[in-house]
């Protein structure tokens, strides 16, 4: 980059923790976080005079509920983060800039998981942990969706349909 251009990016991360014992094979712990990670990029040459930026930050809620019964650990929860992507724009800085603006649509999405384990103490020196955990992904409106047919190249030229999803609104089907 020319000596002109300037980077500048930040990372901002924030969690608050709930512990609760139940009794003394029992407890939970509440995890509230937040996430936040964003760069600038700034010219200040006049003729490509730009800034572009880019931002996403994550919400988060987790639930761990953990009993201990003997040998066994056995430990149930749930994780849920909210995303919320910018994923970029550039703007001229000056009159005479040779950028033209751009700015992606943001995106939203969710993904929640919930898992379930044993860990298992089988003497001193081995301990056997199984577990499962089951994630979705799921991408969230506003956004419009096309579809396209099938069988050839997605492009402009083979668009057939398309679908406009509300704020919120889960998205289904393929881009």
């Known amino acids: 980059m ?3 251009t300037t980077f500048v990016w930040q990372n901002n991360l924030a969690s608050l923790h709930l512990d609760h014992i139940f009794n003394e094979r029992a407890f939970s712990t509440l995890t509230l976080g937040y996430g936040q ?9 006049p003729n490509t005079a730009y800034k572009m930026k880019y931002q996403i930050s994550y919400p988060s809620l987790k639930a761990d509920f953990n009993y201990h019964h003997g040998r066994h650990k056995a430990e149930v929860g ?13 703007e001229p800085t000056s009159a005479i800039s040779n950028v033209k603006p751009i700015s992606i649509v943001s995106e939203q999405s ?10 298992f103490d089988w003497n001193e ?5 199984a577990g499962f ?10 956004s419009k969706m096309y579809q396209y ?20 609104k889960v998205l289904l089907g393929e881009a």
């Open 37 to 45: 990670y964003a760069y600038q990029v700034t010219d200040k040459d």
């Open 125 to 129: 020196k081995m301990h056997v942990d």
């Open 78 to 90: 749930i994780n849920s983060t909210y995303y919320q992507l910018s994923p970029g724009s550039i």
């Open 133 to 142: 955990r089951m994630s979705m992904f799921s991408s969230l409106g506003p």
């Open 149 to 168: 047919r099938t069988g050839l190249p997605l492009s402009n030229q083979t668009v057939v349909d398309s679908v406009m999803y509300p704020a919120g």
């Open 110 to 119: 969710l993904e929640n998981a919930f898992y379930v384990s044993d860990g």
């Open 2 to 4: 020319p000596s002109d």
